[in-house]
């Protein structure tokens, strides 16, 4: 069993940057993708970006494009979620998730993931 444990949400002004944090953790941590997910009020969960946790391949949708970076670092088991020029259609919940087999493609989709984390809040007003 994995567990994931985001970090980092919160209130950020339009323009502003945050940086998100998931830490894993189980008996044996084997992933093979990594990836962010987010959910606004009303709304279904989209695909932000995803990284291939041992070759680090990046997939990004285009609402991340030049504005958020993926990252990890596999000593530490944990993924992260760079967030630059926030914008307020950026509100959200956002969730890492991980899929622990291979896959032809890199997972994109919600039900292509095994564990997810419990959610942190990115607020983007003034």
């Known amino acids: 069993q994995v567990q994931l444990v985001e970090s980092g949400g919160g209130l950020v002004q339009p323009g502003g940057s945050l940086r998100l944090s998931c830490q894993a953790s189980?008996?044996?941590?084997?992933?093979?993708?990594m990836a962010w997910f987010r959910q606004a009020p009303g709304k279904g969960r989209e695909f932000v970006m995803a990284?291939?946790?041992?070759?680090?391949?990046?997939y990004y949708a285009d609402s991340a494009k030049g504005r958020f970076a993926i990252s990890r670092d596999n000593a530490k088991n944990t993924g992260y979620l760079q967030m630059n020029n926030l914008r307020p259609e950026d509100t959200a919940v956002y969730y890492c998730?991980?899929?622990?087999?291979?896959?032809?493609?890199?997972?994109?989709?919600?039900?292509?993931?095994?564990?997810w984390g419990q959610g942190t809040q990115v607020t983007v007003s003034s």
């Open positions: 990284i291939n946790w041992s070759a680090g391949d990046v």
């Open positions: 998730a991980v899929r622990g087999s291979t896959i032809a493609t890199m997972p994109i989709y919600p039900d292509e993931y095994d564990y």
């Open positions: 189980g008996r044996t941590f084997s992933a093979y993708a």
